[in-house]
């Protein structure tokens, strides 16, 4: 490789030049989007088969109190949704509607779900990714040190609390977390995304902090950080737990390798060994982690945003749960599930990226 | 899940040395997890000697903070909170164990004949599995207790819906690994009924990763019931159910005894069980333990 240039031998790429992608990983694309896709429509029909287990009347499940006594809206319904047809059409129906973007009018905010959710989206997803990056950045760390301190007492602390992280049931931490920082201490804001008499930022991505940064308003970015900062780490306490388990054995199954000890026998120092030979090959099983840690961090928002008073879906999730609007749960649920399935394509398309041994099996 | 046969070591009973069961009540955290959950269990049973007050009875003394007279204070109808957690042992406890008895049966079964079938059979079950993966537990639990009417049964019901699947994959592979395995081949050929390999051979080796899998999941049942119960899915009031006890702690958020404690409850329970469950995988599943050594490689 060292003796013959790129000139010299135009054979040799060098491995900077971007090319085009190689016909295995072209297939290994399509396959992943042809399970994407079914998986997709297996989703919806999970839903569909959800909403015909409500017992009793669909258009009364549905329709709420208020428009239960019209019979003109209840003809309205059975119409829409083919009630009088028989299932396969009602299903594909259903599918049509999803198509057009169609997930129902919610019972409680007599609006479309699918404008609820574009509202709360963005709160959510604010939320959600500060928290995945809080615990990836803890996680890896005391993965990392855990292994580099394997089987000694800082080893067998950083399994303990590990453990206690996923044990932790998350809503509860969030009431003990708001109850101490803010109500005993005032260390953070009380609830909301940004405190009362502020005007967010105009309206870029949605993301307060985001839209803040990209207007200038620092005192917007400031308030909103505040407010962000605690739900995001109650969010990431299971992830850093299970992150922490993940770091340390992915570190572990790498650090004897021979290249490794060949960087140590060269006499680099411990730190550079860990950080720049070690991790760096133990980073690609980590990135798998990715989708397990967004289902657990939208786990989490359902059973934590109302506590927060974060305007998100998890809130407007809790809120359709408590109050039985089933045209919101179910919308709620298909959003999530999708946007569920195509992270974790995503995160397997990365993995192929990262690793090539992936995109043959 | 690795293609090579299971090393014969399950098989050959309890005994106490490395990688056998034996092994893992040689863990302080092993120890940690029986006493913990060995004291849960006790309470359950005990609950009607132990608990000072019924769980149930109300009286005029609203919102009393933790006391001697009542240690964890008092709700708002006046009913006395440690009573109440304690009470709440004896719903969540044998629900999990119930539920993951139920999920293990369910998932054992279908993962068995999945993988000894084969085919569309194979195809039909493990497609199944996928679509409970592509949910978020919590989200597809919901949707299932939100669609079949709020109530503990229901929710019981749509934790088993997604507990299952993950058995089912367990033993499936296991049962295609194992049905290749060398030592059941030879079992098979020194005359044996495909009946003796699969009770001999085959399910001892099923039955550690199994165990495993359920000692984790006891906690997250535990986990995803209470969460159920704190959405107002699962336990109804005035039902003495952890989750709930911590929603009606969010609405009184300045009496923190009243969501602090059943959520300790809570945590306790499920550190206790992914305790025993971390330390039966040191045992049994080295591979993927804590104690992996990074060593003798």
């Given at each position: 490789m060292t003796s013959a240039g790129p000139a010299a031998n135009p054979e040799i790429q060098p491995g900077w030049r971007l090319r085009l992608p190689s016909r295995p990983f072209v297939r290994f694309l399509g396959r992943r989007l042809a399970a994407l896709f079914l998986l997709g429509l297996g989703i919806t029909f999970v839903a569909f088969v959800l909403t015909e287990l409500v017992p009793g009347d669909p258009a009364a499940a549905n329709l709420g109190q208020r428009a239960i006594g019209d019979p003109a809206a209840v003809q309205a319904f059975r119409e829409h949704y083919g009630l009088d047809k028989p299932l396969p059409i009602q299903y594909g129906l259903y599918l049509q509607h999803l198509v057009t973007g169609d997930l129902g009018e919610s019972?409680?905010?007599?609006?479309?779900v699918r404008t609820d959710l574009s509202e709360y989206g963005p709160a959510t997803a604010e939320l959600a990714v500060t928290s995945i990056l809080i615990a990836y950045l803890l996680g890896i760390t005391l993965g990392v040190v855990a292994a580099v301190r394997r089987n000694r007492l800082t080893d067998q602390v950083l399994r303990v609390i590990s453990l206690g992280g996923i044990s932790m049931p998350t809503f509860w931490l969030a009431l003990v977390a708001l109850y101490v920082f803010?109500?005993?201490?005032?260390w953070v804001p009380g609830s909301g995304r940004l405190d009362p008499g502020l005007l967010p930022a105009?309206?870029?991505?949605?993301l307060y902090t985001v839209d803040a940064l990209l207007s200038g308003q620092f005192d917007v970015l400031a308030n909103a950080l505040q407010h962000l900062i605690l739900p995001a780490c109650v969010l990431a306490a299971y992830n850093i737990g299970l992150l922490t388990r993940f770091t340390r054995s992915a570190v572990l199954e790498v650090i004897n390798n021979d290249y490794v000890q060949a960087a140590r026998a060269k006499g680099l120092p411990e730190r550079t060994v860990v950080l720049r030979h070690v991790l760096k090959a133990a980073l690609p099983p980590i990135i798998t982690v990715g989708g397990l840690a967004f289902a657990n961090v939208m786990t989490g928002t359902v059973l934590v945003e109302s506590i927060f008073s974060w305007p998100g879906i998890g809130q407007y999730a809790f809120h359709s749960a408590t109050t039985l609007d089933l045209p919101a749960i179910m919308g709620v649920s298909l959003f999530v599930a999708v946007v569920y399935i195509v992270v974790n394509f995503t995160v397997d398309i990365l993995y192929g990226v990262v690793d090539p041994r992936i995109r043959v099996a | 899940m690795s293609a090579q046969p299971l090393p014969?070591?399950?098989?050959?009973?309890?005994?106490?040395?490395?990688?056998?069961?034996?092994?893992?009540?040689?863990q302080p955290l092993a120890i940690a997890g029986m006493i913990l959950a060995g004291a849960w269990l006790l309470v359950a049973i005990f609950v009607p000697l132990i608990?000072?007050?019924?769980?149930l009875a109300q009286s005029s003394q609203l919102f009393l903070e933790p006391s001697s007279a009542h240690l964890f204070g008092t709700d708002e109808l006046g009913r006395d909170v440690f009573s109440r957690v304690l009470w709440g042992s004896r719903l969540s406890l044998p629900l999990a164990f119930f539920l993951v008895a139920m999920a293990v049966a369910v998932g054992a079964v279908l993962g068995a004949v999945a993988g000894y079938f084969g085919g569309w059979v194979d195809e039909v079950i493990m497609r199944a599995t996928d679509l409970v993966f592509a949910f978020p537990t919590i989200i597809l639990a919901m949707a299932v207790t939100a669609a079949l009417g709020p109530s503990l049964r229901n929710a019981v019901l749509a934790v088993l819906v997604v507990f299952w699947p993950s058995y089912a994959r367990v033993v499936r592979g296991l049962v295609m690994s194992l049905g290749q395995a060398d030592y059941v081949s030879a079992t098979r050929l020194l005359g044996a009924s495909s009946r003796r390999a699969l009770v001999v051979d085959v399910l001892p080796n099923v039955a550690g990763p199994v165990m495993v899998l359920a000692t984790l999941d006891l906690g997250n049942a535990v986990l995803l019931l209470a969460g159920l119960s704190f959405l107002g899915l699962g336990a109804q009031p005035p039902t003495p159910e952890w989750g709930s006890m911590v929603n009606t702690g969010t609405q009184f958020?300045?009496?923190?005894w009243m969501g602090t404690f059943p959520g300790f409850a809570i945590l306790s329970v499920v550190l206790a069980f992914n305790f025993l469950g971390d330390s039966l995988r040191d045992a049994l599943d080295p591979r993927s333990s804590w104690a992996v050594q990074g060593r003798d490689r």
């Open positions: 019972e409680q905010s007599h609006r479309p803010f109500f005993k201490l005032g105009p309206h870029v991505t949605g | 014969l070591r399950f098989r050959v009973g309890f005994r106490r040395r490395p990688g056998t069961l034996g092994s893992a009540w040689s608990a000072p007050y019924d769980p958020f300045q009496r923190w």
